[in-house]
């Protein structure tokens, strides 16, 4: 059986792999994209329909192809955790900053609860803002056009932290359930499916907790439990 360290280092030369590999396939795709773009200019007086749609679906395939390998290189990019003390309370004001238009854009309502100004948490801060954002992506491409709510829950106990992030979305089948933290499962016709199998390494790597509960059709509440951190230990 492979040993933590074996493992380790297979996961790092992956990484560096997939790194590697990601930039030489982004340059030439780059440059198929540009040429399409100009042959399609030059031809399109003569194009039919039909033949204007083939562009398109190029182009929207190379656009898919970007997107994978940008998903890839953020798999391959992750480090070692350096986890510190971290007050919840800026942390996620600064990366609601991040995700606010997109809300009000597709009429998402959002709120947190129970958020106090002074709580912390030990947890690697760059790595917790990636394992955040994937899910609070999830959420709002799940929800619904009208009337989509999402919702940050804090739970402060002793020796922890628990976030419980809810949408009112499409939730999850049973079967899915099951494959979601599965490297590439996806079930959107632009997923990668790597979102949440690195939020899964990324909670491992900081020794946190995760949990989804979900019924399809009515939602999904995923639960994430973090060491807690003390401003007079850690400092
Ligand atoms: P991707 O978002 O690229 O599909 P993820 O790993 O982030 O990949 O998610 C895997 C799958 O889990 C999604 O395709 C979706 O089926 C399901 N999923 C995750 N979060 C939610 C959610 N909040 N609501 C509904 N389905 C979800
Ligand atoms: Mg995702």
Same mark, same amino acid.
């Given at each position: 059986?492979?040993?933590?360290?074996?493992? #380790?280092?297979? #996961?790092?030369?992956? %990484?560096?792999?997939? $790194?590697?590999?990601?930039?030489?396939?982004?340059?030439?795709?780059? *440059?198929?994209? $540009?040429?399409?773009?100009?042959?399609?200019?030059?031809? @399109?007086?003569?194009?039919?329909?039909?033949?204007?749609?083939?562009?398109?679906? #190029?182009?929207?395939?190379?656009?898919?192809?970007?997107?994978?390998?940008?998903?890839?290189?953020?798999?391959?990019?992750?480090?070692? $955790?350096?986890?510190?003390?971290?007050?919840?309370?800026?942390?996620?004001?600064?990366?609601?900053?991040?995700?606010?238009?997109?809300?009000?854009?597709?009429?998402?309502?959002?709120?947190?609860?129970?958020?106090?100004?002074?709580?912390?948490?030990? /947890?690697?801060?760059?790595?917790?803002?990636?394992? /955040?954002?994937?899910?609070?992506?999830? $959420?709002?491409?799940?929800?619904?056009?009208?009337?989509?709510?999402?919702?940050?829950?804090?739970?402060?106990?002793?020796?922890?932290?628990?976030? +419980?992030?809810?949408d009112n979305g499409s939730g999850?089948?049973?079967?899915?359930?099951? @494959?979601?933290?599965?490297?590439?499962?996806?079930? +959107?016709?632009? %997923?990668? %499916?790597? *979102?949440?199998?690195?939020?899964?390494?990324?909670? /491992?790597?900081?020794?946190?907790?995760?949990?989804?509960?979900s019924n399809e059709h009515e939602g999904t509440?995923?639960?994430? +439990?973090? @060491?807690?951190?003390?401003?007079?230990?850690? *400092?």
């Amino acid at each position: 059986v492979e040993s933590r360290i074996q493992r #380790l280092e297979r #996961l790092a030369s992956t %990484g560096r792999l997939a $790194a590697g590999v990601a930039h030489e396939i982004r340059n030439p795709l780059a *440059g198929m994209r $540009a040429s399409i773009q100009v042959l399609n200019k030059r031809l @399109k007086s003569d194009l039919t329909g039909k033949n204007e749609m083939m562009f398109l679906r #190029l182009i929207q395939e190379i656009d898919r192809i970007n997107k994978l390998i940008f998903d890839l290189l953020e798999y391959a990019k992750r480090y070692k $955790a350096e986890p510190k003390c971290l007050n919840l309370y800026s942390k996620l004001n600064e990366l609601l900053d991040l995700i606010e238009s997109e809300l009000q854009s597709r009429h998402i309502q959002f709120s947190m609860e129970n958020l106090k100004t002074d709580t912390m948490i030990f /947890v690697d801060s760059v790595q917790f803002s990636q394992i /955040v954002l994937n899910i609070l992506k999830n $959420a709002i491409e799940a929800s619904p056009s009208e009337n989509g709510k999402i919702v940050i829950e804090i739970t402060e106990s002793e020796f922890s932290v628990i976030l +419980k992030i809810t949408d009112n979305g499409s939730g999850i089948s049973e079967e899915a359930l099951d @494959k979601i933290f599965d490297p590439f499962f996806t079930t +959107k016709s632009e %997923g990668t %499916g790597l *979102g949440l199998s690195i939020v899964h390494e990324l909670i /491992v790597e900081n020794e946190g907790e995760i949990d989804v509960k979900s019924n399809e059709h009515e939602g999904t509440e995923v639960m994430l +439990k973090f @060491k807690k951190g003390s401003e007079l230990i850690y *400092g």
